[in-house]
């Protein structure tokens, strides 16, 4: 059985790999990689998020995906009060059947958010991504239909498939975003944000040159709410489509202050996400000294339930935001 899902998984890379780019469940814990506007936007002098996915544990390696960045805020002594300019730099690994294809990116992020008061708690603001990308394609790793035999599968069989260029491709991408966010009070916080990527469609495919890839468009919000001295909602939710596939997650979680200190506060995250039509998200989070750890396993749902014995995968966020003494405190998206 895995050894025919992983020959499905390699079909689907080689015809259709223009479909869908590397994604998170915990899509709140990777900023940069879900809207350029997100850069520097936050509270603090600078951050670091990393993320790691493992999809499918029931297929060897199916997808594994890894990612970090860092990002701050520039020209603070420059521009108005409550104005924010970030940049941001952050690079993605993900890896696909086996490690048959392999994709690495690097990216520079640049955004600017304008206060629209003047306590700088709702502002609006646009960011603009730049990307190199490298992806290899290791065909020795991947099986196909004519080698499908009544006794199994046969790698010495001939495929069929003329990769090009050994395999390798590189090409620059770029990535676009706007993201509104806003405070009625100064303690909770709520946003909405548009994200565009791939907007030149770069070409990508290794057995011919007439395919791109598509554009991913994302729209998204959240917000945090306090309801109590010691308690907050967090609350976030995602539509993205790309190409004929589409998902919307949606979901939440409790936090509980546990030190009764809002400046450095520890707080325990318990919680969850749907994956509409695919999957349930159980999370559990802790934030210590200013480090917020995720963990989230997806439950499949969908009919894959039965090949995956209803494992979806594993994936862990770690955000460290450097906060000074002085820092203001102005309400920003948390992750």
């Not at 990612?67 to 940049?87: E, Q, R, W, Y």
């Not at 990308?133 to 004519?146: C, H, N, P, R, T």
């Not at 202050?257 to 450095?264: C, F, H, P, R, S």
Request: charged residues 15%; neutral net charge; contains cysteine.
């Amino acid at each position: 059985m895995k050894k025919a899902l992983l020959f499905f998984v390699s079909i689907a890379i080689v015809v259709l790999v223009q479909a869908q780019d590397p994604h998170f469940s915990q899509f709140f814990a990777s900023p940069l990689t879900l809207n350029p506007a997100f850069t520097g936007k936050f509270d603090g002098s600078w951050r670091l998020a990393a993320n790691h996915r493992d999809q499918w544990p029931s297929i060897p390696k199916a997808y594994v995906t890894t990612s970090a960045s860092i990002d701050f805020g520039i020209l603070k002594s420059k521009i108005p009060a409550g104005d924010v300019f970030g940049i941001g730099i952050s690079g993605l690994s993900d890896q696909s059947a086996n490690a048959a294809l392999k994709l690495n990116y690097g990216s520079l992020s640049l955004s600017y958010h304008k206060s629209l008061d003047a306590d700088g708690y709702n502002t609006i603001g646009a960011g603009f991504q730049a990307t190199y990308s490298s992806a290899f394609l290791d065909q020795s790793k991947l099986l196909f239909e004519q080698q499908l035999t009544q006794n199994g599968f046969d790698p010495s069989i001939p495929s069929g498939e003329t990769i090009t260029n050994n395999g390798h491709q590189n090409y620059v991408d770029f990535n676009a975003g706007l993201l509104y966010s806003g405070s009625s009070n100064g303690s909770n916080n709520y946003y909405l944000g548009f994200s565009i990527y791939h907007i030149n469609k770069p070409s990508l495919s290794f057995i011919d040159k007439t395919w791109n890839l598509a554009s991913r468009m994302t729209v998204h919000g959240g917000g945090s709410f306090p309801v109590s001295d010691n308690l907050s909602v967090f609350t976030s939710a995602i539509y993205q489509m790309q190409n004929k596939a589409s998902e919307l997650v949606l979901g939440g979680a409790l936090s509980a202050l546990v030190n009764g200190d809002e400046t450095n506060p520890t707080s325990v995250y318990i919680g969850s996400w749907l994956r509409l039509n695919d999957a349930i998200i159980p999370y559990v989070g802790l934030e210590i000294n200013g480090f917020r750890i995720g963990a989230s396993y997806d439950i499949n749902t969908s009919g894959l339930k039965a090949a995956t014995a209803s494992r979806g995968g594993s994936e862990f966020s770690l955000i460290y935001i450097h906060r000074p003494t002085e820092v203001k405190g102005i309400p920003c998206p948390r992750f």
